[in-house]
């Protein structure tokens, strides 16, 4: 049964890609029918009518577009985990901002966002718990919670470590297709190591989410590592998932990372890493389980940070937010962070997962808001 929900994922997200080519070559009439078929073969996903309505307005028909957003409208009015993505269509719909009856500010609250963006770097212990017990089956119980959890954030930006495949604890199932499928998010996995009698046994990496189409697509490994003849977590190969992905009109390159033990390991992977980052032509939001405490600033953190900004050092708002409902600020302790290139973004605020998430990981996400600065 998860074989075949994987495969249908996949169809679905093949027909996606194959829509949307149509579209990105200018085949609006082809394109709307292929979107109308993959709405009507799966009506939950919204992404082909919104891009109904893009081919629409491109064949010159206002009228069917303008019915076609008033479905989205009356869909997404109480379902705010899709607000963000309706903010996507809105300059190619309605590019005239004061263009209505004087009956367009609800629409706008639902489908405004600008720039601004919510990003979760999260270690999710494999799916097994606050334990992370590996010798224990635990089925899909703490799996489905992280994407219970994480489907209320409404993130538009999730990356994930310790996020395996074909692991015995977990049934075998891919775990980034299974939650990203969950979350109704395009996603990029890649394992940095394996274990057990086969190769594709306990397959152990990082997954980078997204509410935004993903290209450029790669995994980098580390050639630096701790001591083979060590225990797993110190011998193991480490690398990193990057995506390339397209916000504000601005290309953007989100990274999730797992560093090793011990520190001389991680020192090594810290150099790669910002080695691998200088080539990019883009600014990157980096997110990662680093396993350095904040506290310590040490030296692979500082090389890190030589190029890169610790949103909780930037962020206005620490903790809490005035109406509550969150953990506190990442205490001086926390090894999970969210990087980004200075100059391309302001941090509005960060915070940690509260109580809610205690029995899910042994880790809790750090949960920022970003917003792109606007540049010539």
């Not at 093949?14 to 009439?29: D, F, I, P, T, V």
């Not at 999710?124 to 209320?152: P, S, T, Y």
């Not at 046994?201 to 630096?224: C, M, P, Q, R, W």
């Not at 880790?363 to 808001?369: N, Q």
């Amino acid at each position: 049964l998860n074989r075949a929900d994987r495969s249908l994922y996949r169809v679905r997200l093949e027909m996606l890609n194959g829509a949307l080519a149509l579209y990105e070559k200018g085949q609006y009439e082809k394109a709307y029918e292929a979107f109308e078929k993959t709405h009507q073969l799966y009506p939950s996903n919204l992404r082909a009518l919104y891009y109904m309505a893009l081919s629409s307005k491109k064949l010159g028909k206002p009228d069917e577009s303008a019915k076609i957003l008033a479905k989205i409208f009356s869909i997404i009015k109480n379902r705010s985990d899709i607000k963000a993505a309706a903010a996507d269509i809105k300059d190619e719909i309605e590019p005239d901002k004061n263009k209505g009856d004087g009956n367009d500010d609800e629409n706008d609250a639902i489908i405004a966002g600008g720039d601004t963006i919510k990003v979760i770097t999260y270690n999710i212990a494999k799916g097994q718990g606050r334990a992370n017990n590996g010798a224990i089956f635990v089925g899909m119980k703490f799996l489905d919670e992280v994407a219970r959890l994480l489907k209320k954030e409404n993130a538009d930006l999730i990356g994930m470590q310790e996020v395996d495949n074909n692991r015995f604890t977990t049934k075998g199932v891919n775990q980034a297709d299974y939650i990203a499928e969950k979350l109704d998010m395009f996603h990029f996995w890649h394992e940095a190591s394996a274990r057990g009698p086969k190769e594709n046994i306990n397959e152990h990496g990082n997954a980078v989410l997204s509410k935004y189409k993903l290209d450029n697509k790669e995994y980098f490994e580390f050639k630096t590592h701790g001591d083979p003849s060590a225990r797993a977590a110190i011998s193991e190969t480490r690398g990193l998932s990057c995506a390339r992905l397209e916000i504000g009109g601005v290309k953007v390159y989100f990274i999730s990372t797992h560093f090793g033990f011990p520190e001389h390991a991680r020192i090594g992977q810290a150099k790669e890493l910002v080695e691998y980052i200088k080539k990019l032509d883009g600014p990157v939001i980096l997110t990662g389980d680093f396993n350095t405490r904040y506290s310590e600033k040490s030296k692979s953190y500082r090389i890190i940070n030589s190029v890169l900004d610790n949103t909780y050092d930037k962020a206005k708002v620490k903790g809490p937010t005035a109406k509550g409902g969150r953990g506190p600020a990442p205490p001086k302790t926390f090894i999970d962070f969210v990087f980004v290139t200075p100059g391309y973004f302001s941090c509005e605020s960060i915070c940690r997962g509260g109580s809610e998430y205690d029995a899910a990981s042994d880790h809790k996400p750090v949960i920022t808001v970003l917003k792109l600065k606007k540049k010539n």
